[in-house]
């Protein structure tokens, strides 16, 4: 989940235009001295973004989570916003503080109805840390919930081609493995045991997922005998 955001490396600030028609003297100072102070916040909140990646990817989670959180205090509508949320809730995620972790990452899906929503590998890790976080706090139904909403809008695909190169970014296993970890919490095996067939078809490679699979089999058997 860390690395998508480990390739961010250049923020691009767009500010608008300002045109003033200058009744007076003191009006036009007024609306330069405003349009100075926005440019000022905005490279400060750029200086601040970048410190917090440069904090992340250093494993400083703590001071890292500090730099991002000032960042919301500064431009709560800032073009980082999404990243800004998404780097607050794996911050908190690797702290263990999972309450703060789903605050920020459920804000930060919140954006989807926003054009600030536009990073679809952004917001699919988003998901991963809401599901991850939720798992840690035993909110299983959120689990499951989260877990639906997310492969709504990712509908799996193979991740890997007949080359073995991984294709495409969608709903990937970890989705799938988490939401069947919820099902066998809460009871539901033959749902878990799905979601576990769908992983495995994801990604066959991955062994954990059929050693999964293999024990939810041998529960089922024993359950249906």
């Keep these: 989940m860390k690395t998508f955001f480990k390739s961010i490396i250049l923020i691009i600030f767009t500010i608008a235009a300002i045109f003033v028609c200058p009744v007076n003297s003191v009006a036009y100072a007024d609306s330069s001295n405003d349009q100075n102070s926005t440019e000022s916040n905005n490279v400060a909140v750029a200086r601040?973004?970048?410190?917090?990646?440069?904090?992340?990817?250093?494993?400083?989670?703590?001071?890292?989570?500090?730099?991002?959180?000032?960042?919301?205090?500064?431009?709560?509508?800032?073009?980082?916003?999404?990243?800004?949320?998404?780097?607050?809730g794996f911050c908190y995620n690797e702290l263990k503080q999972f309450e703060k972790a789903d605050k920020y990452l459920e804000m930060g899906l919140e954006l989807e109805k926003t054009e600030l929503s536009t990073d679809s590998e952004v917001r699919l890790l988003m998901y991963k840390g809401?599901?991850?976080?939720?798992?840690?706090?035993?909110?299983?139904?959120?689990?499951?919930?989260?877990?639906?909403?997310?492969?709504?809008?990712?509908?799996?695909?193979?991740?890997?081609?007949?080359?073995?190169?991984?294709?495409?970014?969608?709903?990937?296993?970890?989705?799938?493995?988490?939401?069947?970890?919820?099902?066998?919490?809460?009871?539901m095996n033959e749902k878990a045991l799905e979601d576990l067939d769908c992983a495995v078809t994801i990604n066959p490679r991955d062994k954990r997922i059929n050693l999964m699979r293999k024990a939810i089999k041998r529960i089922l058997n024993v359950t249906n005998k």
Excluded: H, W
């Design 48 to 88: 601040k973004f970048v410190s917090g990646i440069s904090l992340y990817d250093k494993k400083k989670y703590k001071e890292a989570a500090e730099i991002f959180e000032e960042i919301v205090d500064l431009a709560p509508t800032s073009a980082t916003q999404l990243q800004v949320f998404g780097y607050l």
């Design 130 to 187: 809401l599901l991850y976080a939720n798992l840690f706090m035993e909110n299983f139904e959120k689990v499951v919930d989260y877990g639906t909403k997310c492969i709504e809008k990712f509908p799996p695909v193979a991740k890997y081609s007949y080359k073995g190169m991984e294709e495409i970014t969608a709903s990937d296993e970890d989705i799938y493995v988490m939401r069947a970890n919820a099902y066998m919490k809460l009871g």
